[in-house]
């Protein structure tokens, strides 16, 4: 196997695919990183969010790029509701509540999106997408689109963290929630911001999932692993963290089955997010311990 065969059939892919789990971490390492809890719905989200995007492409006959901010947008949406209307009363709980709530939401998801949509595979374009020839490097539209978008996002998030009011909130209550409380920062708005972010991006990585491969109800399930190894290898609660660990994690499980089968892709993950946890537990840039 020479250098451009490994760069288009392992390297490329993994990029792409750590792209996607990068979108997701960022989500996930938010809501850790302000709300305190591990948020296991996150991945369930994510495949609303695409199934979101799929009616809209369905229904109107339109791209699955033109369908992605609406689909954002609705999933946000539903984020807050489902954090006003099952996490709220939770807050003063252990965390550990919260979490296992979680789970019984994503499970809830999920049923629904088997029950409009069934447990058939999709997908947004039909028929063999064949890859541009760029010097050697064999790659399609859409996973340039999906490098493109989530660099696009990550450079708005960091601006608009560093620079903007709100931004700045959202990193005091990350810091210390009480003195941010205590400094006049509304909490509760900034919940509602967080959601409305972590929702939008995990949405964002259901869609760009879904247009690289296919639409399973199942799909955001075994994007929960991955993202959580990405969070914790990058380090939780920095968002450059999540970009950093998406990208290896995706890449590692594409090299993977160089020496595995293809079905023990996501034992990488588990894999990498068991050693950094014994290794170092604040993760490659020094994130928050869990």
């Known amino acids: 196997m020479?250098?451009?065969?490994?760069?288009?059939?392992?390297?490329?892919?993994?990029?792409?695919?750590?792209?996607?789990?990068?979108?997701?971490?960022?989500?996930?390492?938010?809501?850790?990183?302000?709300?305190?809890?591990?948020?296991?719905?996150?991945?369930?989200?994510?495949?609303?969010?695409?199934?979101?995007?799929?009616?809209?492409?369905?229904?109107?006959?339109?791209?699955?790029?033109?369908?992605?901010?609406?689909?954002?947008?609705?999933?946000?949406?539903?984020?807050?509701?489902?954090?006003?209307?099952?996490?709220?009363?939770?807050r003063e709980r252990p965390k550990i509540v919260t979490v296992m709530a979680s789970l019984g939401i994503a499970l809830m998801i999920r049923a629904v999106i088997q029950v409009v949509w069934g447990v058939d595979s999709e997908s947004y374009v039909r028929g063999i997408?064949?890859?541009?020839?760029?010097?050697?490097?064999?790659?399609?539209?859409?996973?340039?689109?999906?490098?493109?978008?989530?660099?696009?996002?990550?450079?708005?998030?960091?601006?608009?963290?560093?620079?903007?009011?709100?931004?700045?909130?959202?990193?005091?209550?990350?810091?210390?929630?009480?003195?941010?409380?205590?400094?006049?920062i509304d909490n509760r708005k900034v919940i509602i911001l967080t959601w409305l972010i972590a929702g939008g991006l995990c949405a964002s990585a259901g869609v760009f999932l879904g247009l690289n491969t296919e639409l399973k109800s199942m799909m955001g399930w075994h994007m929960l692993l991955p993202m959580f190894a990405a969070t914790i290898l990058g380090g939780v609660g920095r968002v450059d963290g999540a970009v950093l660990g998406g990208l290896i994690v995706g890449v590692a499980e594409e090299l993977s089955v160089l020496v595995l089968p293809s079905e023990y892709k996501t034992a990488t993950a588990f894999v990498i997010l068991l050693l950094m946890l014994l290794v170092r537990p604040t993760g490659l840039l020094r994130g928050k311990v869990l």
């Open 129 to 184: 997408v064949r890859p541009e020839n760029y010097w050697g490097l064999r790659i399609r539209d859409r996973e340039i689109y999906t490098i493109a978008f989530m660099i696009a996002v990550v450079v708005a998030l960091q601006l608009f963290l560093g620079r903007s009011k709100w931004g700045k909130a959202m990193r005091a209550m990350s810091d210390n929630p009480d003195l941010a409380l205590l400094s006049g």
């Open 2 to 90: 020479d250098f451009m065969e490994l760069l288009n059939f392992y390297l490329m892919p993994g990029i792409v695919l750590g792209c996607i789990y990068a979108l997701g971490a960022i989500g996930v390492t938010l809501i850790f990183s302000i709300l305190r809890y591990a948020h296991l719905a996150h991945g369930d989200l994510a495949t609303l969010g695409a199934f979101l995007a799929l009616a809209i492409v369905s229904g109107f006959g339109v791209s699955p790029l033109a369908a992605l901010p609406v689909a954002m947008i609705g999933t946000a949406v539903i984020a807050v509701f489902i954090d006003k209307a099952f996490y709220n009363h939770l």
